[in-house]
């Protein structure tokens, strides 16, 4: 069975990125009728439907969330194997900062199999909350970073390549429920965490009571203070470790997913680094 077209591929990554067919037919030097096509093209080699089009722009159906994944590994493979052939390798320090609620099983791996794939580029990572990551990448004290956004309805597209979509879940101890007709007991981060922000905002306008059992310094400690049963907490799917178990229903009110973005570039980027992430994107995804 022949494969997916690279350029059906490219302009599909486009429009999601772009958030709109109108949007993403200069990115792909195509007029919209062209962009609209193609999308019909892949659709078609797909056999379901891989956008949902709406007033506010087109966002990926469940079938368009896989695919942009793997579209976005296929992607930066074909430009990382065109440059190999001319002969320009991949080589030099990379200064890399990433959320800490990023696959947390999974970073060493892949950050493994970076190295693996680019022996000659020095990696330096940083683990941080996201607004530490986006702040220092502001100041240029790292060359990438990997932050995560709560997607709210109505909530402006955040900037850069999406590598990854994951539902949030309210996790608590495996077997544990919390007491009818008592405050929840929340397990958080420290206040600068903006998912911590966002866990108390939807309480506090849903009318959910709650206190603040255990503050911890990053997602091992909440991981941690999970599986000890000190209460209850919001994170990301990738999250989830032994001894804690998604907790569903116990009134707690619905919650979106988050997004995973590298930031987008800065002025006057080197080709190194305009390179460098196209390969960690396509490590990571």
């Given at each position: 069975m022949p494969g997916f077209d690279l350029d059906q591929l490219r302009t599909f990554a486009a429009v999601l990125d772009a958030g709109s067919l109108t949007a993403a037919a200069p990115m792909v030097h195509l007029s919209q009728s062209a962009v609209s096509e193609q999308i019909r093209k892949l659709e078609d080699r797909a056999g379901q439907a891989l956008l949902v089009r709406g007033k506010a722009g087109v966002h990926a159906t469940p079938a368009g969330v896989r695919l942009q994944a793997h579209a976005t590994r296929i992607l930066a493979l074909a430009d990382e194997a065109l440059r190999d052939l001319h002969g320009v390798p991949l080589q030099g320090e990379l200064r890399l900062a990433l959320t800490d609620y990023f696959r947390p099983r999974d970073i060493a791996g892949l950050l493994r199999r970076l190295n693996q794939q680019y022996p000659?580029?020095?990696?330096?990572?940083?683990?941080?909350?996201?607004?530490?990551?986006?702040?220092?990448?502001?100041?240029?004290?790292?060359?990438?970073?990997?932050?995560?956004?709560?997607?709210?309805?109505?909530?402006?597209?955040?900037?850069?390549?999406?590598?990854?979509?994951?539902?949030?879940?309210?996790?608590?101890?495996?077997?544990?429920?919390?007491?009818?007709?008592?405050?929840?007991?929340?397990?958080?981060?420290?206040?600068?965490?903006?998912?911590?922000?966002?866990?108390?905002?939807?309480?506090?306008?849903?009318?959910?009571?709650?206190?603040?059992?255990?503050?911890?310094?990053?997602?091992?400690?909440l991981q941690l203070a999970l599986a000890a049963g000190l209460?209850?907490?919001?994170?990301?799917?990738?999250?989830?470790?032994?001894?804690?178990?998604?907790?569903?229903?116990?009134?707690l009110p619905a919650l979106p997913q988050a997004q995973f973005c590298l930031l987008p570039a800065r002025g006057a980027e080197t080709e190194f680094v305009t390179r460098a992430r196209q390969a960690v994107a396509q490590a990571l995804a």
């Open positions: 000659q580029v020095r990696l330096h990572v940083a683990i941080l909350k996201s607004g530490e990551v986006e702040a220092a990448y502001v100041r240029g004290q790292y060359d990438l970073g990997l932050t995560m956004h709560v997607r709210t309805p109505g909530a402006a597209r955040q900037p850069g390549i999406v590598l990854r979509r994951e539902p949030l879940w309210w996790m608590a101890a495996e077997g544990m429920r919390p007491a009818r007709g008592m405050p929840l007991s929340l397990l958080v981060l420290p206040e600068s965490c903006a998912l911590r922000q966002f866990t108390e905002a939807l309480l506090a306008r849903r009318g959910r009571p709650y206190l603040v059992a255990h503050v911890a310094s990053g997602v091992a400690g209460g209850v907490a919001c994170l990301n799917e990738s999250a989830l470790a032994p001894g804690v178990a998604r907790l569903a229903g116990a009134g």
